[in-house]
């Protein structure tokens, strides 16, 4: 059995035979069967590889949501738990207590921003950043679906790629 990279050279040998026209039409027609046969043999291969893949693939993007949603439930558990522990040391009055191995303390944490202000348009342009432009291809798309020339800035392109039914 050929690979289909020696099918794919042996369609492309069969087309440019067929169009200098140094292959009757029999032998060519007989010839295109037998790779057509091969070649159709060797893409159920393939279409059954990509839907193993693709089954593998769904898999672990559940496990990902899955272990994502795990650890999310530990790092808040720990959010809880540093919290208890900080309230229950200053309802002590301690700061600072040793816990068999470990050593417990409650410390300032560095300053941050709280805003009083909700309102942007209230705050002076020195505070402000602003994001980049971004192009809004899905504009340019419907433009140009309905005749719009952008020439010299976009223009559509249909490509082909493969459905396995």
């Known amino acids: 059995m050929a690979s289909h990279y020696e099918l794919t050279n042996e ?3 069969l087309w440019a035979l067929m169009e200098d026209g140094n292959l009757d ?3 060519l027609a007989g010839a295109f069967d037998v790779a057509t046969e091969d070649l159709s043999y060797k893409l159920e291969g393939y279409c ?3 839907k193993n893949l693709e089954s593998d693939i769904a898999g672990l993007k559940a496990e990902e949501i899955r272990l994502k949603t795990r650890r999310q439930t530990m790092e808040n558990t ?10 229950a040391m200053l309802t002590a009055g301690e700061k600072k207590l040793p816990a068999g191995s470990f050593t417990v303390s409650v410390q300032a944490n560095p300053p941050k921003v709280v805003m009083d202000e909700q309102y942007i348009e209230n705050i002076p342009e020195k505070y402000l950043t602003h994001p980049e432009p971004e192009i809004n291809k899905k504009a340019m798309l419907e433009d140009l679906k309905a005749g719009a020339d952008l020439d010299g800035l976009a223009h559509l392109e249909t ?3 493969v459905r396995i039914r």
């Open 11 to 13: 369609f492309m040998t």
């Open 25 to 27: 039409d029999e032998a």
């Open 48 to 50: 059954k590889f990509i």
């Open 78 to 87: 720990v959010t809880r738990a540093k919290e208890a522990m900080k309230v």
């Open 159 to 161: 490509g082909e790629s």
